[in-house]
């Protein structure tokens, strides 16, 4: 596996909560997402990053923010979370933003927002 | 828009049977594509991409991809499915936006 590190991987939260994932790489990738896995869904983005301080949103980022303050970390944060945000969440990395380039995968955090 | 569409949530074949997956997009540029597998509690990890080069693409584990423009199309393929193929399969185009976007996922099983 790629460097990739999520934490945590599993986190049940009450509505309204504020909750925070991170997502930890070695390998010095310039681009990191965040995506949410959810049946009949497929992946969708949420936000990505193209550099500290570099960020963009996706199709569904409503109710997140993120943060790139260091190459190697990226936040994802629900400010106020809700039941609808109950989802696997996938970080992924890839070294360039270029057409031909393989995203890497952490192992995902499931949340259950109660 | 530009989209990714997986005909088929759900394929069931027998061991040894041919495996076909479904892909199909649309853009009126062709995209780069990828064929991104998930084993249960895992991420994805990729399995082939199409970028161009040419239009018929070899992966890991015995699967292939044919790129075919005229269809939009990029199914994936294994001649003889093994148990340990089970899995759900997704299909991503990037259209040069700097990222991926995924198909709903097909989920194989494999019968014994």
């Known amino acids: 596996d790629a460097g990739i590190t999520q934490s945590p991987r599993h986190k049940v939260t009450e509505t309204g909560t504020p909750v925070t994932l991170r997502c930890h790489q070695t390998e010095n990738h310039r681009y990191m997402y965040w995506y949410r896995q959810d049946p009949g869904h497929g992946l969708r983005l949420i936000h990505y990053s193209y550099g500290v301080k570099d960020t963009d949103k996706g199709e569904v980022s409503d109710g997140y923010s993120v943060s790139r303050s260091k190459t190697e970390d990226f936040l994802l944060t629900l400010e106020s979370a809700t039941s609808s945000q109950t989802s696997v969440y996938f970080c992924?990395?890839?070294?360039?933003?270029?057409?031909?380039?393989?995203?890497?995968f952490g192992q995902g955090t499931r949340l259950t927002v109660v | 828009a530009q989209s990714v569409t997986q005909l088929g949530s759900h394929v069931s074949v027998s061991e040894g049977a041919l495996v076909l997956l479904r892909c199909n997009y649309s853009?009126?540029?062709?995209?780069?594509l990828f064929w991104y597998v998930q084993y249960p509690n895992q991420g994805l990890q990729l399995l082939l991409k199409?970028?161009?080069?040419?239009?018929l693409v070899k992966g890991i584990n015995g699967f292939e991809a044919e790129f075919k423009k005229s269809e939009t199309s990029f199914h994936l393929t294994k001649p003889s499915a093994h148990m340990s193929d089970a899995a759900e399969y997704f299909c991503?185009?990037?259209?040069?936006?700097?990222?991926?976007?995924f198909g709903t996922g097909t989920r194989l099983t494999i019968i014994p």
């Open positions: 199409y970028t161009s080069a040419a239009t």
């Open positions: 992924a990395i890839s070294w360039s933003g270029q057409r031909n380039t393989e995203a890497f």
């Open positions: 853009s009126s540029v062709p995209p780069y």
């Open positions: 991503a185009a990037d259209f040069g936006n700097e990222k991926l976007t």
